[in-house]
């Protein structure tokens, strides 16, 4: 029987979590740390970077941590949308059509490569990812939970790479990019890939209850109205912004709104300040920006812009707390 997890108890699981996935991520706490927002706030994640980064290395070092039932698929042109959804086939033995899953039927799927497929295969991703189901033939299977997709994209243009459309993006939580490592993290990396594969260390520290424990705590977190406010000011700046042809969308809100209540308490405190907001408010919203003709004439990024947004919003001001997670 499923028994509630306190905030304190979270605190410790998602420590040890972070010091696991660390043992075959080096150099990237941050990332790790965005990821695990993430999943605890049930979103899906897109991780885009050039190629041997470490985003394979990341999604399969949380499904260990997390002891969560894992699938991969390299998302070749060849891929078919019946690949990843499943499909059903007539059974001469009982005369009816039986359903032979497909790899999304998982907790965690890893997709890699996202960018490198067709835009119906892509697609067949939609339901899943906004609903945590699938239909085929008719029918509509719901996936275990909790479900999670990390997906994981190289640069476009690329070979072979097409932009993923909006629809899809905008499935994404956040997006992050990994990056190269510095010279210290390098060498560590390199050391640690001598004698044995970093993946094989990380160790089990929570499950697929504990995670949906975790994931309720996060839900409990308390959002003031002022920050509420903040959350609404910021995503209706990016829909009146002259340089964005295409602002944030409200799953983009919903979003921004629930990711800020995990980090508050990854931070170790049971209500959100506008400081969550910002840390993460990038991650979140870049990915659903489209930037109108005259930015990219002028080179301004996407960046720029959600730089500019934070610091014209004004932050607004709170009354002091003392509720933290003991």
């Known amino acids: 029987m499923e028994t509630a997890m306190t905030k304190s108890e979270t605190l410790r699981t998602v420590k040890s979590v972070i010091s696991e996935v660390q043992k075959a991520v080096i150099g990237k706490d941050d990332i790790i740390i965005k990821v695990l927002l993430a999943i605890l706030s049930k979103g899906h994640i897109l991780i885009d970077d050039i190629p041997g980064v470490g985003k394979t290395t990341i999604a399969l070092a949380f ?19 019946t690949d990843v959804t499943g499909f059903t086939i007539y059974n001469k033995a009982t005369g009816k059509f039986d359903y032979k899953p497909g790899v999304i039927m998982c907790n965690l799927f890893l997709a890699d490569e996202i960018n490198r497929t067709s835009s119906k295969t892509q697609s067949a991703l939609l339901e899943v990812m906004a609903e945590g189901k699938i239909t085929v033939d008719g029918v509509t299977r719901v996936l275990p939970q909790p479900f999670m997709v990390i ?12 932009m993923l459309p909006e629809s899809q993006l905008d499935r994404f939580m956040i997006r992050i990019t990994m990056g190269y490592p510095d010279i ?45 406010m903040y959350i609404a000011k910021l995503i209706e700046a990016t829909r009146n912004h002259p340089l964005i042809k295409l602002g944030v969308s409200p799953r983009g809100t919903l979003a921004l ?70």
Request: charged letters at 25%; aromatic letters at 4%; zero cysteines.
């Open 184 to 228: 210290e993290s390098e060498i560590s990396i390199i050391k640690s890939k001598q004698s044995a594969n970093p993946l094989d260390s990380v160790k089990r520290v929570a499950g697929a209850e504990e995670i949906i424990m975790m994931q309720k705590v996060a839900e409990s977190v308390y959002i003031d109205d002022k920050v509420y």
């Open 151 to 162: 997906a994981t994209q190289n640069p476009v243009g690329s070979v072979g790479t097409q």
């Open 257 to 326: 709104a629930s990711i800020t209540k995990t980090t508050a308490l990854l931070k170790g405190r049971d209500y959100v300040i506008p400081d969550d907001v910002a840390f993460i408010f990038k991650d979140v919203t870049a990915h659903r920006i489209l930037l109108s003709s005259k930015a990219r004439i002028n080179d301004v990024t996407v960046s720029d812009v959600t730089d500019e947004i934070l610091s014209s919003v004004k932050i607004p001001e709170m009354s002091k707390k003392k509720h933290y997670v003991s």
């Open 63 to 81: 499904a260990k941590a997390l002891d969560l039932k894992h699938n991969r698929m390299q998302f070749t042109p060849d891929v078919l949308p």
